[in-house]
Every structure is written in structure tokens, then in C-alpha cells.
């Protein structure tokens, strides 16, 4: 009987092994962190949740934005982003071309949304 149970726990503690492993693999924060890493660009976002950020990762740049909802013509929609950074240090060598391609790529999840970056970000791009 110990025998019995004691193979059942092993098996219970091998299925928690594997579902922990499961879920620290497919965690979108993880993958947010491992792009920033790799300086390689990652959007994560709750498109139906409109009250949490959004984050992306540009070139090693951790951006959040603020999103703010609000009518179009036809319906509620999210109509402002305020793009912020946390550490400026981190947008060493980033272009005005670049911060052009992430607002074409915020307005293609977010196609009603007007995008607006803040301090340091506001003075190169001018808005």
C-alpha cells in the first residue's frame, strides 16, 4: 500500500514539475525580458483589457504606454497612448526613424489611437 502511494506522489510531483515548466516557458514577461536582452523587438499587450499597459521592447529599450479610451465614430476605442521610459539611458541610439517604425507598429494593433511620447522622447520627435 505505502508502495502505492508513494508512486502516486512521485507522479503528482512529476505532473507539477512539468506544468511549472509550462508556465515559465510560454510567460510573456519572460519573453519581454529575453527580447530586451537580445535587443530584439517584442510587443506585449492585452488588446481586450484596456486599463493595463502596454510594453514593448525595442533595441534593449523597455517602453510602456499608457492607453486611454475613448469614441471614434462608431464605438469605444482606445484613442490615446502615452508612450513612456523608465530608464532614458536606455534610448542611446535610437533614431527618429525608429521611433517612427514603433508608432506604425502601435497603430497597427491600435489604428484610432493618437500616440504621444513623453519626456525625453517628446524633444526628437517633436510632439
Not at 475613448?70 to 534610448?91: K, R, Y
Request: aromatic letters at 14%; hydrophobic letters at 40%; one cysteine or more.
Amino acid at each position: 500500500m505505502i508502495i502505492i502511494l508513494f508512486r502516486v506522489f512521485i507522479i503528482i510531483a512529476i505532473v507539477i514539475l512539468l506544468y511549472t515548466a509550462h508556465q515559465y516557458y510560454h510567460n510573456p514577461r519572460r519573453k519581454l525580458w529575453n527580447a530586451k536582452k537580445n535587443n530584439k523587438f517584442f510587443f506585449l499587450d492585452e488588446k481586450d483589457n484596456s486599463k493595463k499597459n502596454l510594453q514593448f521592447v525595442y533595441r534593449g529599450c523597455l517602453f510602456e504606454g499608457e492607453k486611454y479610451l475613448g469614441t471614434t465614430e462608431e464605438s469605444f476605442n482606445v484613442v490615446n497612448i502615452h508612450i513612456f521610459v523608465h530608464d532614458p539611458s536606455e534610448l542611446l541610439g535610437i533614431t527618429k526613424d525608429e521611433l517612427t517604425f514603433l508608432e506604425e507598429e502601435i497603430h497597427n494593433h491600435y489604428p484610432h489611437a493618437k500616440v504621444n511620447w513623453k519626456h525625453p522622447i517628446d524633444q526628437l520627435t517633436g510632439s
